[in-house]
């Protein structure tokens, strides 16, 4: 089993979840949470904010992608940089099960990342 092929494969996951997020995101709860004027979300600022954030995440998750396939090719010398963004994909996609109950769609992406990453890194040792 070759380590490189689990990298690459969570650094494409992470794109595809980035593009996700911000496509769907962006249509089914931006959208609609910033359309309603009331509370906090009457505020520009908060509205902003709230929206730079929710895609500086996807953009953040093609960096994490970037990191990964860089490390597949050799060009990351801290494995515990590719091992904390494997547990803390593993910790983040279960807790996101939990909490949702299972419905939200990023949970699986999110978890498979991280046992990719930590599948090879395992397999590095």
């Known amino acids: 089993m070759n380590p490189v092929f689990?990298?690459?494969?969570?650094?494409?996951l992470c794109a595809i979840t980035a593009?996700?997020?911000?496509v769907l995101g962006e249509q089914k709860l931006l959208r609609p949470l910033l359309a309603d004027r009331a509370g906090l979300m009457g505020?520009?600022?908060?509205?902003?904010?709230?929206?730079?954030?929710?895609?500086?995440?996807?953009?953040?998750?093609?960096?994490?992608?970037?990191?990964?396939?860089?490390?597949?090719?050799?060009?990351?010398s801290a494995p515990w940089l590719v091992l904390a963004v494997g547990v803390v994909h593993i910790v983040a996609?279960?807790?996101?099960?939990?909490?949702?109950?299972?419905?939200?769609?990023?949970?699986?992406?999110?978890?498979?990342?991280g046992a990719l990453t930590l599948l090879a890194l395992y397999l590095t040792q």
């Open 43 to 76: 505020d520009p600022l908060a509205r902003n904010v709230t929206r730079f954030a929710w895609h500086w995440t996807s953009v953040l998750w093609v960096l994490v992608g970037a990191l990964l396939a860089a490390a597949a090719y050799g060009m990351v």
């Open 19 to 22: 593009v996700i997020h911000s």
């Open 93 to 113: 996609g279960i807790a996101d099960a939990i909490l949702t109950r299972g419905r939200h769609i990023g949970w699986p992406l999110i978890t498979i990342i």
């Open 6 to 12: 689990f990298l690459l494969m969570a650094a494409a």
